[in-house]
């Protein structure tokens, strides 16, 4: 005799279809939960990743300040007789700068600029007085001091070519001091122009060999690296809100180049024309400032007159 399974009642498949809904959506929550679990892990290790690599960038951006290039602790290099550097220590992070020994007491100039070599006036001064000042250097009758500043970066397409030029001279003061005239007075006489990017690393260094310096491996990377940037943006902070040391006059509105012999501001004016300076001022400005001292020194004594033929 066979049985035969009784049909669920209508409340039996109720339940059963209950029961069936309740475990699927136990499935669905523990699906739900499985991949919110998922996801927040996910965006925890991209959050890591991201802040891992700011982290990255900002070391590199952000560079601890350094010591500042040897033989610029006035943050300038001061040249003398036969194109010789001063030797100085490296100016310390968060120090002041040491003005240099003033000539203002011998009848030797004290001639002391502030250029960014981007500045087409720098080169305007540069062209118009650099054979004047080089042979004064020369002869022992005055010492010229060169603080680069970099106040034009914006003008260089991003590629803060004024940083760049003036920690290349900073490399050349550190490594090859006796170097530093002739790759100042190079890097005027090839100036790009503003809205421009500027000169490449590269041909930097090729500067850097064509004056001939030593040690140019260790100049090449101090070009590279930029090692003395940060002492660039500290120095030019100095120069723009600090007052100047060991000046008898303030200029009323800092900027590129500023000129000062023995202490004393020159006060320059430009063709408004054509934008040049007039070497003869600036050579008028040395007379008066050393007075008749230097221009009896300087200037060529008259000949004698011819005695008379009978």
Not at 35 to 49: T, Y
Not at 204 to 214: E, H, M, S
Not at 299 to 306: E, I
């Amino acid at each position: 005799m066979s049985t035969s399974n009784p049909r669920p009642s209508k409340n039996e498949k109720r339940d059963a279809a209950r029961e069936k809904a309740r475990k699927l959506r136990e499935e669905q929550r523990k699906k739900e939960r499985r991949n919110k679990f998922i996801l927040q892990g996910s965006l925890i290790v991209v959050v890591l990743a991201v802040v891992a690599v700011v982290a990255v960038v900002i070391s590199t951006a952000i560079k601890p300040p350094a010591p500042g290039p040897l033989n610029m602790l006035s943050d300038g290099v001061k040249i003398g007789q036969g194109f010789q550097t001063e030797r100085t220590g490296s100016l310390m992070p968060d120090k002041e700068p040491v003005p240099s020994a003033s000539n203002a007491s011998s009848d030797v100039l004290d001639i002391r600029v502030y250029v960014d070599y981007m500045c087409p006036y720098c080169g305007g001064f540069e062209a118009a007085n650099a054979a004047q000042i080089k042979q004064l250097v020369s002869d022992g009758a005055a010492t010229l001091e060169i603080h680069p500043v970099a106040i034009l970066d914006r003008l260089s397409m991003g590629t803060k070519y004024s940083t760049r030029a003036a920690n290349a001279l900073a490399c050349v003061a550190n490594y090859s001091p006796d170097k530093a005239f002739d790759f100042s007075a190079i890097l005027f006489e090839n100036q790009p122009e503003e809205n421009t990017a500027g000169l490449d690393d590269d041909t930097l260094i090729g500067f850097a060999k064509q004056v001939g310096v030593d040690h140019l491996k260790e100049i090449t990377s101090c070009i590279k690296s930029q090692e003395f940037a940060s002492w660039v943006g500290s120095a030019t902070d100095r120069f723009s809100f600090n007052p100047i040391p060991g000046v008898a006059t303030q200029p009323a509105q800092k900027g590129t180049p500023t000129i000062y012999v023995n202490g004393q501001l020159y006060q320059y004016t430009v063709n408004p024309s054509t934008g040049a300076f007039d070497p003869q001022e600036f050579s008028s400005f040395l007379i008066q400032v050393l007075g008749s001292n230097y221009s009896d020194k300087t200037q060529p004594s008259p000949s004698p007159s011819p005695t008379p033929t009978p």
